[in-house]
Structures are given as C-alpha cells and as structure tokens.
C-alpha cells in the first residue's frame, strides 16, 4: 500500500438516524479520490439501544436484522445497508476494517445467579469479601433470533467478571467463581491484572467461547465482506486468543487481511511486548505519539519538537504503527479524553500525513467535525489538500532538520515525480530555514501549498532556499508547477 490512508469514518456523536451506511455508499467514489486507501467502520453489532455507539456488544449475529431492543436497524442502519456500503467501497478499491469487540458483553437477556468474590478495584489480584451470591445479567439467549447463525448461549461461566449485583444493588469489580475460573492471563498488568474493563467480561480462556468466537469471527467476514479488523481494548484480552485468531482468519482469507489493534498504553515498551507476543501479526495505534502531540499542544512553545517521536511506536517499529490525532475516545466528553488543540491540528496531521513512517488515520470528528451539544468544526478542505499534497508529493528519502527545540522541518525528495516536498513547522514565533532540496533545482521557484504565504521561494545554486512559517504554524512547500500555483 503505497501512501495508504485509513479514514475513522465515524465520531462518538455520529447521528443516530440510521443514514450512516447509506451515505457512506454514496460517498465511496469521493473517499477513494480523495486519497483515502481504507476505512474503518463502527462495530456493527446490535448494542443496547439505537443510540448505542457499538461498543456494549449484544449480538455477534444482529447487524441490523432482528427486532431487539426496541429496534432492528442499529445506529447506523440495517445489515443489507451495512453489506451494500461495503461492497461499494470495495469496488471503488478501499480496504474495509470491521470493529471487533470481544472484550465484554453487554445488555443481557436474563439475570442469572452465581458465586463471586469483591476485588479491588486497583489491583484486580486482590481479594477484597468472602465469596458469596450475586445476581447479575450475563444471560444471553437472543430469542428474536431463535438460534439462526448461532445456537451458541452465552452464561455467567462464559465470563469472567461483572460490575453490579442486582441482588443487592451494589457496583463493584466483581470475580466470578467456578472451576478453572480465573483472570484472563497475558493481559496488561496495569490494575494487577487488566482482564475486567466493563460489562460481563468475556473469558478468553473458555474452550466454548473461543470456539463460538473463531466461529463469529468467521460469519462476519463472510457475510459482510470486509478485509480487514479493528481489535477493541486488545490490553484487556488474553494475547495468545487474539494470536491464534489472527493466525486462524490469516490462514483462511490469506496474507492480505490487516489486523489493528487498539492497545491504549503510553508506555511504548508495554505495546512493543504486545508486538512481541502477538507475533508481529497486528499493528497498533501509536497512541504514545498521539499524548507527544497533545502534550506539544498544550505546552505550546515550551515543548521541545526535535523529540516529537521520542518513545513512540513509530520510532521503534515504523512498519507496525497506525499513526492518528485523535479518535472517538479522545474526543471532549469521552473516557479518553484528550483532545489535541485546536492550533496544533494542523501540524499534528502534517506529522503523520507526510512522513516517510506510519500509516496514517484521520478521525471523522477532524475532518466533518463533532456533533451533539457542543459541537465542534472539521477541518475537511485542510485536510483534503493535505491528503492531495500526499498523495502527489510525500515520497522517496527523507532528510531531517530537526535542529531548534521550535523549529523543525523536513524534505521528503520525490524523485518519480520530480518535485520534493517541504516541510516546516514553528510552534514558536514566525521563523524561517534555510533546506536543501538539490542544485538541480537551482533557479527554481517553490510555493506554499498550505495557502498561508504569497511569496515565493526561489532556490539558489547550491539548492538552498530559505522557507518561513509562521507562529504556531506549519508550511508545506513544492515546486512550481504552472499556473494554477500563480
């Protein structure tokens, strides 16, 4: 994949009106020619209600079709919508990552009661009460469905652990009890153990679920027709389960289906052990670079920009990562929440669009904007030149200067198409650099595609020219190539 995109097609306050699949048909055409390589989708499943963003998973078999809590479409429309989206998408040439989450479970049908111990809330591996009854929903029958698909039933001793006794009306982590019950193992060890994130946490360990789930897995990929998945809260999962179900779908569909995995970590080492033990079959989210680029944001000129990739994925293994700005989590309001400022949006994505490493994500809420209460605007036609000056001119060697603590830059040199691309980025005062682009440019002129200077660059006889940004700003420069850059 040649300067692949991936576009995050949805934001947390997506409309709930069920229009999202059929204008993400109708947009196919537009996506690709914007430059966008692949998409990831929503998950799919029926959640709790029409307003569910996807995550409190009810059915691994609902896409749309069965008339469940109080709706048949989800929120974003119904299975034959889902399927039509796809295949349009697919013939325009984009590549299309399913959201997989098979974490938790959520809106049971039934309660059911069982033993289960108190744990601490911050160190999951301590005890905290004697074992004792509790009431719960971890029933799962799927009635309106009536076994199609799946006569699979999920039970208390399919989970691990749940977070509210109905008996007793009390919220707290909860461990359930039964033979071979335990954590999940080869989680993340933040909390002593991070198997219980929310809901009635699967056990991946479960010969039957891992059964039912491979099982799942499979049906979604060949109903819908996706080529690729989008893991949810993969540190919250036994590493050997999500294994042996990438080998098992890469065996079945071939090498080319991708795997991302979302790994919320800071620490660069827990994720690159996550490589480690995955077997270098997922790449991850470089969710360290995206807290260097909120940091840079609110530090502002106090922020020292040479060491913007220190300690992230992209420094270590540039081919596994998935480099983003924000996303669904990160947005105001969310439980991640950690949104880049708005002045450094711009830079943030000319960081990760036009670099050599990485595989670039842009999140709906930055390009259409954010909805709800308090919305916020996109940056569509920003964003659309950038990805244009991407696809046209980041290629080839890359040449850093990295050499002011406010001011750094880079060339990306090109050479099929004949124009390098610069770029430079102060979050200081106005400044400028002086960059070699090469003394067969000598004499050329270089213009601004980033809109913000009319003057022009004109390249000396040893290739240098001396480029200016603005305060808090990025510039992006290319030769001039006719009279459209007038």
């Not at 307003?51 to 069965?66: Q, S, W």
């Not at 049971?108 to 744990?119: H, P, Q």
């Not at 360990?205 to 949810?232: M, Q, S």
């Not at 996550?274 to 106090?302: C, W």
Request: glycine share 8%; net charge negative.
């Amino acid at each position: 994949m040649i300067n692949g995109v991936l576009f995050q097609t949805f934001e947390w306050e997506t409309e709930a009106d069920g229009n999202f699949y059929k204008n993400l048909k109708n947009d196919a055409k537009n996506l690709a020619e914007i430059g966008f390589t692949a998409v990831w989708i929503p998950p799919a499943y029926k959640g709790a209600s029409v307003f569910d963003v996807g995550y409190t998973a009810y059915d691994y078999y609902d896409l749309g079709e069965f008339d469940v809590h109080n709706t048949v479409r989800t929120k974003y429309g119904t299975k034959e919508e889902l399927i039509a989206a796809i295949k349009a998408l697919r013939t325009e040439g984009i590549s299309v990552y399913g959201d997989l989450v098979y974490n938790h479970k959520g809106s049971a049908d039934y309660t059911e009661k069982f033993m289960a111990v108190e744990v601490d809330q911050f160190d999951r591996n301590k005890v905290i009460s004697q074992p004792y009854k509790i009431e719960a929903w971890t029933g799962f029958d799927f009635p309106q469905r009536n076994n199609k698909y799946s006569d699979f039933k999920w039970h208390y001793y399919h989970f691990d652990g749940i977070d509210y006794d109905v008996k007793s009306g009390k919220r707290a982590i909860y461990k359930i009890l039964g033979e071979n019950k335990d954590w999940d193992q080869k989680v993340s060890n933040e909390m002593g153990n991070y198997d219980y994130l929310m809901n009635a946490d699967i056990d991946h360990e479960h010969p039957d679920v891992r059964r039912e789930l491979f099982k799942a897995t499979e049906w979604f990929i060949d109903t819908t027709g996706i080529n690729g998945i989008r893991y949810d809260a993969i540190k919250h999962i036994n590493a050997d389960f999500i294994k042996e179900l990438s080998k098992y779908i890469t065996k079945k569909y071939g090498d080319k289906f991708y795997f991302l995995g979302e790994y919320w970590a800071i620490d660069e080492g827990m994720i690159e052990n996550y490589i480690d033990q995955t077997e270098f079959r997922i790449d991850l989210f470089d969710v360290p670079l995206h807290f260097n680029f909120k940091n840079a944001s609110m530090d502002g000129n106090n922020y020292d920009m040479r060491k913007i990739f220190d300690n992230t994925l992209t420094s270590i293994h540039p081919d596994k990562s998935v480099t983003f700005v924000d996303n669904h989590d990160t947005q105001p309001g969310q439980s991640l929440e950690s949104f880049i400022e708005p002045w450094f949006k711009e830079i943030a994505y000319a960081l990760i669009l036009f670099r050599k490493s990485g595989y670039p994500c842009i999140f709906a809420g930055d390009y259409y904007g954010i909805g709800g209460e308090n919305p916020i605007a996109g940056h569509k036609e920003m964003l659309d030149n950038m990805l244009y000056i991407r696809k046209k001119y980041a290629y080839g060697e890359e040449i850093d200067y990295f050499n002011e603590p406010q001011l750094i830059g880079w060339i990306r040199k090109n050479e099929n198409n004949n124009s390098p691309l610069v770029v430079l980025i102060s979050t200081g005062d106005k400044n400028e650099m002086k960059m070699n682009v090469g003394e067969e440019f000598s004499k050329k002129v270089f213009v601004d595609k980033s809109g913000k200077n009319v003057d022009e660059v004109v390249i000396d006889e040893n290739g240098d020219g001396l480029f200016t940004v603005g305060p808090g700003a990025v510039t992006y420069w290319t030769l001039k190539e006719s009279l459209e850059d007038s």
